[in-house]
């Protein structure tokens, strides 16, 4: 990790400053169980401002594409990732309003004078990645077996007993 992905997330929203880089694979140390070796780079981009009610802002947007085990066939799928994220700076956690008050239902992250951006950016990444991902059937290494495995018309176990008694 370098200097430049540590950050004073108030200097760099008081600035309006920008960075931007490219992540890859071997520097995702969370996401990497989830993600397979044909994971391609990832580019992202944080800016930083003050809107115009005074607030502190972090943008974060991240594109790419990430590969996942398909949970059927366990063979890699490529997943587009297009994040664009928006956070409100907050000087600690009493200042986050609860789920009601927060009618826009807004991100907030607590400012910090050492903000590791590349742990923002795994977060997001990890986020945005499905639950159990999974190809179409008609994609899928195992679509025969899957519509073998499909449960039995029970209509046709009464049509064989009907045969059965006659």
């Known amino acids: 990790m370098t200097a430049q992905h540590i950050i004073n997330s108030i ?17 995702l140390q969370r996401a990497k169980d989830a993600l397979t070796s044909d994971t391609e780079s990832l580019d992202w981009r944080l800016t930083g401002e003050i809107d115009v009610g005074g607030k502190a802002r972090l943008h974060l947007t991240l594109t790419g594409k990430v590969g996942v085990p398909c949970q059927r066939c366990l063979e890699p799928m490529m997943i ?10 907050v000087k600690d956690e009493s200042e986050i309003p609860s789920e009601e008050e927060d009618i826009d239902d807004h991100d907030y992250i607590i400012a910090d004078a050492e903000m590791n951006v590349l742990q923002l950016v795994e977060d997001e990444i990890l986020l945005a990645l499905p639950f159990a991902p999974k190809h179409e059937i008609k994609d899928c290494a195992v679509k025969a077996e899957v519509s073998e495995l499909k449960a039995p018309n029970s209509f046709a176990v009464l049509r064989d007993l009907k045969v059965v008694k006659s």
């Open 11 to 27: 200097e760099f929203t008081r600035k309006s400053l920008e960075i931007r880089d490219t992540i890859a694979l071997s520097e």
């Open 80 to 89: 587009a990732l297009n994040i664009s994220s928006e956070f409100f700076l």
